[in-house]
T-cell receptor
Framework: SQELEQSPQSLIVQEGKNLTINCTSS?????LYWYKQKYGEGLIFLMMLQKGGEEKSHEKITAKLDEKKQQSSLHITASQPSHAGIYLC???????????FGTGTSLTVIP | NAGVTQTPKFRVLKTGQSMTLLCAQD?????MYWYRQDPGMGLRLIHY???????AKGEVPDGYNVSRLKKQNFLLGLESAAPSQTSVYFC??????????FGPGTRLTVL
């Protein structure tokens, strides 16, 4: 099965600071998806990256995909308490039937 | 549209009891998935379905059974619950094998 390793496992930052979360795959990536989960709630889809070198932004969150390195990064600029939660990356298997998630990164933003 | 719904939201079982979790989606999606989420382990795929009448095993299928008799419903069953099955269970659905829609989760405790 595909393994998605995220780093760091947890992150505590001061409000206003920038931060980066990484997701590395054990197999070739056929697209990479990012999600956010507020504590005790379900997952919310943030964005998907389908091509190597692709970069997408949503408000203050930017994600990039490096297919050659089989990894993606999620960057938050000027973090706010509303950014707090668990961030997960996800990717489909090469058959496209199974969908796997990373180990998750817990983000705390201190006001 | 209700999206993806899960029933029940919370449940406490005694070891050896059985139960069924219901996932329903009203988006006419072909793909449906059951995941469990445990601290520090992200989401792990239990079983999935690529269409009505079909099911397949994911990463951690032992102790669980599923059925997809109707396209909109995906049932997850625990025949004889064990404390190791204490977890938060999430259902998801998609039209393309790329997961974007999640249910709110079911918190299960097995004593």
């Amino acid at each position: 099965s595909q393994e998605l390793e995220q780093s760091p496992q947890s992150l505590i930052v001061q409000e206003g600071k920038n931060l980066t979360i990484n997701c590395t795959s054990s197999k070739t990536l056929y697209g990479l998806y990012w999600y956010k989960q507020k504590y005790g709630e379900g997952l919310i889809f943030l964005m998907m990256l389908q091509k190597g070198g692709e970069e997408k932004s949503h408000e203050k969150i930017t994600a990039k995909l490096d297919e050659k390195k089989q990894q993606s990064s999620l960057h938050i600029t000027a973090s706010q308490p509303s950014h707090a939660g668990i961030y997960l990356c996800g990717a489909a298997s090469n058959t496209g039937n199974q969908f796997y998630f990373g180990t998750g990164t817990s983000l705390t933003v201190i006001p | 549209n209700a999206g993806v719904t899960q029933t029940p939201k919370f449940r406490v079982l005694k070891t050896g009891q059985s139960m069924t979790l219901l996932c329903a989606q009203d988006m006419n999606h072909e793909y449906m998935y059951w995941y469990r989420q445990d601290p520090g382990m992200g989401l792990r795929l239990i079983h999935y379905s690529v269409g009505e009448g079909t099911t397949a095993k994911g990463e951690v299928p032992d102790g669980y059974n599923v059925s997809r008799l109707k396209k909109q419903n995906f049932l997850l069953g625990l025949e004889s619950a064990a404390p190791s099955q204490t977890s938060v269970y999430f259902c998801a659905s998609s039209y393309s094998g790329r997961v974007r829609f999640f249910g709110p989760g079911t918190r299960l405790t097995v004593l």
